[in-house]
C-alpha cells in the first residue's frame, strides 16, 4: 500500500504518519517527486488500515498495490532511480557501456581490456573473477587473484569494476575490491546470495534468469532491496527459448515492460543474449532505442585465445567501432554518453 499525500502536506504531517508506521512495527518508505510525495507501506497493512489512515492530516488517498514485489515498484518510487559509482551515473537519461573480458585469465589481459574499453568511451570495466560454468572441467576464475587484478588496474585507469559473484563466500570477498557485485542469471533465485549481498552497500547488477518471468525477477530485486540495499541495476541477458541460431533469445520487450513496472535502471547484455559477435551491435542498437540504460558487453584483446566465450566478444577495434557507431543512437534518444 501507498500513502499518497497531498500537495498541501506539511512536513509535520508526513513525518506523523512515518512514526505512526514505526509505531506498528511497519517500515516507511518515503519518496518524494518533482509533483507528488508518498509514503510506502511495507508489513501487515491490515494494522496501519485500523487506524483509519484516510482521515489523517495531509493525507489524498490510500492506493493499495497488488504485485508482491514493493520496494522495486513504481509505484513506492515515481522517479527513476539513478545509481552513482564512482562518478559514474547509472540511469535517468544517463547511458553507461560496462565492458571487458568473460574470465580474468591474467593481470596483462585485464589490463588490455581495461585500456581497450576505456579508449572506446566505455565507463566501467568488466571482468570475472568467479565463473559458474555448465561444464566442472570448464575454466573456473582466477577468484580473489582476479579481485586484486581489479583493484589495482581500477587505481591505474580510474575506472569503476564490477564482477560476478556466486557465493555468499565469494561476496564477503569481493566486497573488499569492487564497486559493483553482479549476479548472474544462475543465481537469480539464489535467496541466500541475494540477501547476503543486500547488506553490503554496493551497487548490484542483477541478471535475469534463463527461463524467469519479468515478475519472478523483481521479486528477486525485492529480495536484495528489503535488506536495505536498494542500489540495484537490473540486466536483460537473453532467455531460454526453443530457437538454437542463438545462444538465447534477447527479449528485447522486457525493457518498456519493466519501464512500466519499475524505478530501477535497466541494462542490457547483447554478447550472453546473442553468443555471436556478428550480432552484438544490432542487438546494441536495438537496446538503445527501446530505452535501455546501458550496455555490459564482453571484450578481449584476443577473443580467439579467449578462455571463456571468445565467440561472443569483442577485439579492441570492434569495440571502439561499435561506441562509435551507438553515439548518435544514444543522443537521438535524449541520452549522455
Not at 202 to 208: G, M, S, V
Request: charged share 20%; proline share 5%.
Amino acid at each position: 500500500m501507498i500513502v499518497v499525500m497531498k500537495h498541501s502536506a506539511t512536513e509535520e504531517n508526513i513525518q506523523s504518519i512515518i512514526q505512526k508506521l514505526y509505531s506498528l512495527g511497519l517500515d516507511a518508505h518515503l519518496s518524494r517527486g518533482a509533483s507528488i510525495t508518498i509514503i510506502g507501506v511495507v508489513g501487515d497493512k491490515s494494522k496501519f488500515l485500523a487506524e483509519n489512515p484516510q482521515l489523517m492530516p495531509g493525507v489524498e488517498k490510500l492506493v493499495p498495490i497488488s504485485e508482491s514485489y514493493k520496494v522495486a515498484n513504481i509505484k513506492f518510487h515515481p522517479e527513476p532511480t539513478i545509481i552513482d559509482v564512482n562518478g559514474v551515473k547509472i540511469g535517468g537519461n544517463n547511458f553507461v557501456i560496462m565492458a571487458g573480458p568473460c574470465a580474468i585469465e591474467s593481470y596483462d589481459q585485464l589490463m588490455a581490456s581495461a585500456v581497450a574499453a576505456k579508449n572506446a568511451g566505455a565507463q566501467i570495466l568488466r571482468g570475472g573473477a568467479y565463473k559458474p560454468r555448465t561444464s566442472p572441467y570448464s575454466f573456473q576464475g582466477l577468484e580473489e587473484e582476479g579481485l586484486r587484478y581489479m583493484a589495482e588496474i581500477r587505481e591505474k585507469t580510474g575506472m569503476a569494476v564490477i564482477t560476478e559473484v556466486t557465493s555468499c563466500k565469494a561476496a564477503e570477498t569481493a566486497v573488499n575490491y569492487v564497486d559493483i557485485m553482479q549476479i548472474g542469471a544462475r543465481n537469480m533465485q539464489n535467496f541466500e546470495l541475494l540477501k547476503e549481498v543486500g547488506k553490503s552497500n554496493l551497487p548490484i547488477l542483477l541478471k535475469r534468469g534463463l527461463s524467469a518471468t519479468i515478475d519472478e525477477w523483481l521479486n528477486a530485486a525485492e529480495y536484495i532491496m528489503s535488506e536495505g540495499n536498494e542500489k540495484v541495476i537490473l540486466c536483460e541477458r537473453g532467455i531460454r527459448t526453443y530457437e538454437t541460431s542463438t545462444r538465447n533469445t534477447l527479449d528485447i520487450s522486457a525493457i518498456p515492460v519493466l519501464r512500466s513496472k519499475t524505478h530501477l535502471p535497466i541494462l542490457v547484455d547483447p554478447s550472453h543474449a546473442s553468443g555471436v559477435r556478428d550480432y552484438i551491435a544490432p542487438l546494441s542498437r536495438a537496446a538503445v532505442a527501446v530505452g535501455a540504460d546501458g550496455l555490459e558487453i564482453e571484450v578481449h584483446p584476443n577473443p580467439a585465445a579467449a578462455m571463456s566465450d571468445g565467440s561472443q566478444s569483442l577485439n579492441p577495434e570492434d569495440f571502439k567501432a561499435l561506441c562509435e557507431e551507438l553515439k548518435p543512437y544514444i543522443q537521438l534518444a535524449g541520452r549522455k554518453f
